[in-house]
C-alpha cells in the first residue's frame, strides 16, 4: 500500500452493527505537520514537556498530548519501551481531564451513570470504570476516584464525558455539582517507580494499595497519590492541585528524581499497553461499541439492582450471549502477526481477511512489535460468526483466556509486509499478551479462578 493510492471504504467488511462505520480507507502516512495554536489548550505540562524534548505529539481531549521524545536515531521509540520496562519514567498525562461530582447525592448520581456498583468504592479508593449510552455503547471508560462520601473525580479519557455528565443531571432530581477542577496528572512507570516515590513522599508510598488514594505533598505542593497507570508496569499518579500554578513546582524535582534512577520523560507505550491488552477509546472501542465485544464484560454486574443508563439493554446483550448467540458483527480478538517489526503508529486500521476465502472481513485497531515475544501483536475486530464456529465459549470475555485455533490474514503496508501487496498471517492470542505488573479485575479473577480450582 503506497500513500498515493486511492482505496474504497472496503465494503465488504461488515459494520451493519454501526451507525457511523470505520474510516477503512487505507490512506497512510500523510505526512504533515501538527498546527499548534490557541483553539487546542496547552495543558499546564505542555512547556515542561517540549522542555523535556516532545518531538511528537497528538490531539487528546481537546489537548496538546505528547507522545515520543526520544531521538530516532538513539532509539526511539524503542528506547522509551526500553526504560519504561526496565528502569522509569515520567508521562505527562495531564489530558486525562478531571471531572469532579461533588455534592450530596454524587454517590447515587454516580451509581447511575456507570455500570459499576458505585456504592462498593470506598474513600480514598479508585477504580476502573465505564459509562455507556441508553444502547450499551461505551462513552468514556476512566480511573474513578473517590475521595470523599460526597466527592468523585472521574479521569477521563479521550472524549467530552463532562458534557454529558452535566446534560443527565439537568432533569435529575439529584442535587450534584459537576465540573472540570484544575488537576493535571503525572505517570510515573517502572519497576524503579517505587524508589522514585518514596525519594519523592517517603515510604508511606508502601501503603498505598493498588487503586489506592492517598494525600501528599512534593516540594511542599499538595498532590493526590494513586498506584494507577497506562503501562501495565508498576506505577503511580500524581495529582497536582492548583496545577495552572503548581506545575513547574511538582515536575520539575519529579523529572529530577526519575533522571537520578536512570529514566527520563516519555511518551504513553502504546506498545506496552497493546502487550497488558490496555485498550484505548475512539481506537479500539467507542460509543457504538459493546463492552461484550471489547473484553470490558466484566464491567457489568449481574447483581447490580440499582438502575442505571444502558442496563436494559446491556443485561439484554448478556443474555444473548449467554445462550450462545451474538448481539454484534464483530468481536475484538489479540493476534500474532508475521512481518517485520512494527514500531510506529498506524494510520489506519489495516484490513483483516478471511485466508480461506481471501474475503476482507475485519481491521486491525492497534498493532506493535513486541521484543520480549518477538513477534507483532493486534488487538482487532474479526467476524463474530466464524469465532463463535471454532470455539466452545461464550463470546464475552471468556474468549480471552481460551485456546482459539482460528487464523487470519492482515494486509499490512509493504514496509511490514513479509512480501509486497501480500497479507500476512495472524493467529488468535489470548489476551493479555503479557501480564500486568498489577493485574487488571478481569486478570485478578481468572487469577483467582485458577487458585480455587487448584486448593
Known amino acids: 500500500m503506497t500513500n498515493n493510492q486511492h482505496y474504497s471504504n472496503h465494503p465488504d467488511v461488515d459494520q451493519s452493527d454501526r451507525t457511523i462505520s470505520r474510516n477503512l480507507r487505507q490512506t497512510g502516512d500523510a505526512d504533515v505537520d501538527l498546527l499548534i495554536s490557541t483553539r487546542v489548550r496547552q495543558s499546564p505540562f505542555w512547556h515542561l514537556s517540549v522542555e523535556a524534548g516532545c518531538r511528537l505529539a497528538t490531539v487528546y481531549n481537546h489537548m496538546y498530548h505528547p507522545r515520543a521524545y526520544i531521538d530516532p536515531d538513539e532509539g526511539g521509540l524503542d528506547a522509551e519501551y526500553d526504560m519504561l520496562v526496565n528502569e522509569v519514567t515520567l508521562m505527562d498525562v495531564a489530558v486525562e481531564r478531571q471531572i469532579r461530582v461533588e ?34 455503547g461505551i462513552l468514556n471508560d476512566f480511573v474513578l476516584l473517590r475521595l470523599a462520601d460526597d466527592e468523585f473525580w472521574f479521569s477521563i479519557a479521550d472524549a467530552d464525558l463532562k458534557q454529558w455528565l452535566q446534560g443527565v443531571s439537568v432533569n435529575s432530581d439529584l442535587e450534584v455539582d459537576i ?73 520539575n524535582p519529579v523529572l529530577e528524581t526519575v533522571e537520578a534512577h536512570g529514566g527520563a520523560a516519555t511518551g504513553i507505550s502504546h506498545q506496552r499497553r497493546i502487550a497488558a491488552g490496555i485498550m484505548s477509546l475512539g481506537q479500539d472501542m467507542d460509543d457504538q461499541t459493546s463492552p461484550f465485544q471489547v473484553n470490558l464484560g466484566f ?89 463463535q464456529a471454532a470455539i466452545d465459549v461464550p463470546l464475552n470475555d471468556s474468549i480471552y483466556d481460551a485456546d482459539v485455533d482460528v487464523e487470519f490474514e492482515v494486509h499490512l503496508p509493504d514496509e511490514y509486509a ?29 487469577i483467582h479462578a485458577r487458585d480455587d480450582m487448584n486448593d
Open 418 to 446: 513479509d512480501e509486497a501487496g501480500e497479507p500476512v498471517y495472524a493467529t488468535v492470542a489470548k489476551v493479555p499478551f503479557k501480564e500486568s505488573v498489577n493485574p487488571s479485575a478481569r486478570e485478578q479473577a481468572k
Open 299 to 387: 464491567q457489568v454486574p449481574d447483581d447490580k439492582d440499582a438502575d442505571y443508563i444502558g442496563k436494559t439493554e446491556l443485561e439484554r446483550q448478556q443474555e444473548v450471549i449467554e445462550n450462545g448467540e451474538f448481539p454484534f458483527t464483530h468481536k475484538l480478538v489479540g493476534l500474532k502477526m508475521a512481518g517485520d517489526p512494527i514500531k510506529d503508529y498506524a494510520p489506519d486500521f489495516w484490513i483483516v481477511s478471511d485466508p480461506e476465502t481471501g474475503d476482507e472481513c475485519g481491521y486491525v485497531t492497534s498493532a506493535w512489535w513486541n521484543p520480549g515475544l518477538e513477534t507483532n501483536l493486534a488487538l482487532a475486530f474479526v467476524p463474530a460468526a466464524k469465532l
Open 179 to 251: 465540573d472540570e477542577i484544575d488537576v493535571s496528572p503525572m505517570q510515573v512507570q517502572g519497576p524503579k517507580s517505587p524508589d522514585v516515590m518514596e525519594e519523592l513522599i517517603g515510604d508511606v508510598i508502601e501503603d498505598i494499595p493498588y487503586y489506592g488514594l492517598m494525600e501528599a505533598t512534593v516540594n511542599d505542593i499538595p498532590v493526590l497519590v494513586s498506584q494507577t497507570g497506562f503501562s501495565g508496569e508498576a506505577g503511580f499518579e500524581i495529582y497536582v492541585r492548583d496545577a495552572t500554578t503548581n506545575a513547574e513546582a511538582v515536575w
Open 103 to 136: 455534592g450530596p447525592d454524587a454517590e447515587a448520581f454516580v451509581n447511575y451513570v456507570i455500570t459499576r456498583d458505585a456504592t462498593e468504592i470506598e474513600p480514598m479508593r479508585g477504580k476502573y470504570a465505564i459509562c455507556c449510552n441508553q444502547d450499551g
